[in-house]
Structure formats: C-alpha cells, structure tokens
C-alpha cells in the first residue's frame, strides 16, 4: 500500500482493499481500477477528483455496492460487500447508504413529500417524523412538499435527492456530480447542505467531482489517475484543488 493510500482516517465507515475493475479482455481491456486501498472516514466529507477516465465514478460506484469489483473488498459500515445474496445486498443499500445523482433521479408523478420518503416507503419502515422535519428545514423544502419534480427548480430538485439519501439516516451518502446540473447559486445551497450535515448531524459523504470548489467544501480530496490514488489533500481550497488539477493536465499535454 502506498503511503497516499495508506494515510487515511481511523474511523472508517466504508474501507476497500485491492480494489480493481477490469472492462473488456485482451487487446481491449481496460483497468478502471487498479488496485485501490481506501478508507472514507466516519463523519466526514471527502472529495474524489481525477481526469475524466480516471476512474473516480466507478470507485464510487463500486462502493456504493452499484457495481462489482473484479478484485477486492469492500466494506460498508462493517459489512463485506462481496458474496452478499441479492435481498441482503438490497437491504444494505436501502438501510446504509444514501445516493444523490446527477440527474436528480425522482420520479416524476410524485410529489416532493413522497419522492422523499419513498425508499421507506417501499421498505415499509415508518418515517421518523422529528428527523424528515428537520431535513426539510434545513434544505428549505417546507413550501415545497406538495409540487411534483416539473414544478421544481433544478436547484430544488435536488435539495429533495438530498433530502431523500438522508431522511433514512444511512452510515454514508455518495453523491456523483451532484451539482453538475446546476448553476452556481444553486450548487452553493446544495454544496453548504451537505457540509451541514456533516457538522450538524454527523453524516458521512463522498462525492465524485470535477470542480474544485466542490472539493473546497470537503474535509479531505482525493486524486485519482488511471485508476490509482496519487495524491490527497486535506482541508483542501478551491485554489490548491484547481492548482493539484492543473498537474494532471500538463502531464496529460506531455504523454
């Protein structure tokens, strides 16, 4: 392991070990991943940043349990991912980890309220009334319960994906571009939502980004390179996040 991979927080809520991902065989393979070792620290809020086809969403993908390493563990909040029995896997999902998408992913002919509490729903698990008011005032979606996704901002929108990967209280919450559609007031509130909810409500996020002011709201930054981690940054800044990336693409220039 090497010591970027190795330098990591003690208090691991998701953790991967030899962690590989192999598309395609022969002439045509491609190794998205490529041996990764990481832990995703309890209570914080890391940034995963790399080129495109770096392998930055298929390391979150693969620790989100939505796809399957070729080699390697995973562990979410003490449970090994690999070899799990599909209603097993189902339940880790829904019960311990959140997702917030690029494109919102809600569904169109229900309202805010029941986008929201739709995966509690579906479990027939009882909403924690205290808990869905207090996620709702603080993402400002009181006025909004009620309107269906078409009658939503983009910024609203997702303001409710977040709502909804948190009102079950998962261990973690991956977030894959989660501004990528918005602009940049927007991007603000959703951005400062989850740095909220990891300093108010002790929620542990991950998000894949390509923006280094994204990444300048994390506690940690992590660079990935044809999938590898090359380098970390902790408390990072948008500025030594931009100045890591600019890195990337003058070797890119070079090769």
């Known amino acids: 392991m090497s010591s970027v991979e190795g330098s990591t927080t003690t208090d691991a809520v998701a953790s991967a070990r030899g ?19 990481v832990d995703f620290g309890r209570e914080r809020f890391t940034a995963i940043l790399g080129p495109s086809g770096s392998g930055k969403s298929t390391l979150m993908h693969c620790m989100a349990a939505l796809d399957t390493p070729t080699e390697g563990s995973v562990v979410i909040d003490g449970v090994e991912v690999a070899g799990l029995k599909d209603k097993a896997l189902t339940k880790l999902r829904r019960d311990r980890i959140g997702f917030v998408f690029q494109s919102f992913n809600l569904v169109p002919t229900l309202s805010a309220r029941e986008n929201i509490t739709l995966p509690m729903d579906i479990a027939g698990t009882k909403v924690d009334q205290e808990w869905f008011d207090t996620v709702i005032d603080t993402v400002g979606l009181r006025d909004r319960l009620h309107h269906k996704p078409n009658e939503l901002s983009g910024g609203q929108q997702q303001r409710v994906a977040c709502a909804r990967a948190l009102a079950s209280k998962p261990a973690i919450i991956f977030a894959d571009e989660p501004t990528g559609n918005l602009d940049s007031r927007a991007s603000a509130e959703i951005l400062g939502f989850l740095r909220r909810s990891v300093d108010d409500f002790g929620q542990s996020i991950v998000i894949v980004t390509h923006d280094p002011v994204s990444a300048g709201y994390a506690d940690r930054a992590l660079f990935l390179a044809d999938g590898t981690i090359v380098d970390e940054m902790h408390e990072p800044t948008a500025d030594a996040v931009l100045d890591r990336m600019k890195g990337f693409d003058a070797v890119g220039r070079r090769s």
Do not use: Q, T
Request: no cysteine; glycine share 16%; proline share 0%.
């Open 19 to 37: 962690l590989k991902k192999i598309y395609g065989r022969g002439e045509a393979e491609v190794h998205a991943l490529d041996g990764v070792d």
